[in-house]
């Protein structure tokens, strides 16, 4: 088992700036908690297990993905991969974020410090993940730093986008009920409520790739 964080050795007595190693570790236990969570469903096919079902993703036993991938770049997202790293990232900061206030965790005042502290509580902007892609003090400090902005970009930039887009003004409903498919694997309310304010069919017109029936993809 190993436990990192970006704070230094963890096995001194004291750790190098214990609350912060506490909060980048709290993200990231409750991020995975929240995937580990998340609804599996499994059938055999030649006697072995395939699975057809994480979270509000869908698989044919032929591998063929319920949802395509995004264009490189995108702004946005149609890809329920992106769609459920996005909700259990954005709840893992809420968390982090809600027991920083809570224990009066400050943030740093160095550079790196403070972008790794509006990382794990969710506060970065724009111009965190501009400078980020910048040369950041160390080789190895400045390639965290364009592996942050690269995953904010590209995964949370992109859930805030798509919740902007599809619930203005809703956002915290929308990814509340978003969160309990994910976890309960059933997309029933979260469909009807996408329904009543986008028509019917929303969910499957929003994520289902055009070929995810084309003949021939089954095992």
Not at 49 to 73: C, E, K, L
Not at 184 to 198: I, K, M, N, P, Q
Request: proline share 5%.
């Amino acid at each position: 088992m190993a436990v990192i964080t970006m704070y230094g050795p963890m096995e001194r007595r004291n750790p190098e700036r214990p609350e912060l190693a506490l909060l980048d570790l709290l993200r990231a236990y409750a991020h995975d908690c929240l995937h580990y969570g998340s609804r599996r469903r499994y059938v055999e096919v030649a006697g072995m297990p395939v699975r057809t079902q994480y979270g509000i993703n869908y698989r044919r036993t032929g591998g063929q993905s319920y949802s395509a991938a995004d264009r490189r770049g995108s702004h946005h997202t149609r890809n329920l991969g992106i769609v459920m790293e996005g909700a259990c990232d954005k709840e893992a900061r809420s968390i982090t974020r809600q027991t920083a206030e809570r224990f009066g965790v400050a943030e740093p005042s160095g550079p790196l410090g403070a972008l790794a502290f509006r990382d794990v509580t969710g506060t970065l902007t724009e111009d965190d993940t501009g400078h980020a892609a910048g040369p950041l003090g160390s080789e190895e400090q400045t390639r965290y730093a364009a592996a942050l902005s690269g995953y904010e970009r590209g995964v949370n930039r992109r859930y805030a986008h798509f919740l902007e887009e599809f619930a203005p003004g809703e956002e915290s409903e929308c990814h509340t009920r978003l969160l309990a498919a994910i976890i309960s694997g059933d997309v029933t309310a979260l469909g009807t409520w996408l329904d009543e304010r986008h028509g019917p069919g929303t969910f499957m017109g929003l994520f289902r790739t055009p070929g995810y029936f084309d003949p021939g993809l089954t095992a």
